[in-house]
């Protein structure tokens, strides 16, 4: 497996299980992201899903039509961390609403005919991974006369995600 088909699959696997992104618009007009949790399907690829609502100032720049966006990533322990572009819009396609639905998006709606619901999709494109080294263990290779750059290399990518 190539080192970026290695950092994507990573990626994918953390994404799945954290699923909080900081989501946002480099356009937008205070440039800020927002916390979004990511809805995924299956293992790897494919659109980002994030459920919203219509008066979230960043699903309001967005109602238009589609726009370039960004998604910043960190996981849980601090094992990797992702900077994603890509293009986002709006997406209420009531099958995949269906598939999508759970008991957390639940609480926040008044069920999938809410008129407030914004089902957005993020399609990803290019993004840069990163595996945290341990500080720790790249000073115990340094005493060991290792340089602990050589290896980092091999843990951080340019990655297409489509």
Known sequence: ?????DLAEKFW????SD???MLG??????GRAQPMTAVIEGDHSGPIWIFSAVDVDLVEAVEGGARDAFIHFADKGHHLFAAVDGNLRIDNDRETIDRLWNPFIAAWFNGKDDPKLRLLRFEPADAQIWLNENSLFAGVKMMLG???????KDKVGEVRLQ
């Open 1 to 5: 497996m190539s080192k970026e088909a």
């Open 13 to 16: 696997k953390a994404l799945k």
């Open 19 to 21: 699923r909080t992104v």
């Open 25 to 30: 618009l480099p356009d937008h007009e205070n």
């Open 146 to 152: 290792v340089d602990p750059k050589t290896e980092y």
